[in-house]
């Protein structure tokens, strides 16, 4: 079991910055897929950014490309978004997730794929 715990959420101007960080427990941690996803009022819970489990490779949804950075450190079982020059359509509830066991490509920004998620941290971007 996997208990994945979101913050770093928060109240922030268009243009500037925010750091999500995701801890987790559990010693297997450094093995699974890690995923952010946002979840908009009114709108369907959405990919934002992927990481494999060496983190070798990072996946990211087209609206966040160039401004978003996932990242993880397995020695402190801790997942990163550091998310820069921030919109007012990035507002949402920001949730990250683990997924048991490998992975494709095609399937990091699939939400069925992951068995494993936060409560969610806010993020609010003021226009």
């Known amino acids: 079991q996997v208990q994945l715990v979101e913050s770093g959420g928060g109240l922030v101007q268009a243009g500037g910055s925010l750091r999500l960080s995701c801890a987790a427990s559990?010693?297997?941690?450094?093995?699974?897929?890690m995923g952010w996803f946002r979840q908009a009022p009114g709108k369907e819970r959405a990919f934002v950014a992927g990481?494999?489990?060496?983190?070798?490779?990072?996946y990211y949804a087209d609206a966040v490309k160039g401004r978003f950075t996932i990242s993880r450190d397995n020695a402190k079982n801790t997942v990163y978004l550091q998310m820069n020059s921030l919109k007012f359509e990035d507002t949402a509830v920001y949730y990250c997730?683990?997924?048991?066991?490998?992975?494709?490509?095609?399937?990091?920004?699939?939400?069925?794929?992951?068995?494993?998620w936060g409560q969610g941290t806010q993020v609010t971007v003021s226009s």
């Open positions: 990481i494999t489990w060496r983190g070798s490779s990072t």
């Open positions: 559990g010693r297997t941690f450094s093995m699974y897929p």
């Open positions: 997730a683990a997924r048991r066991g490998p992975t494709t490509p095609q399937d990091m920004g699939v939400i069925a794929a992951y068995d494993y």
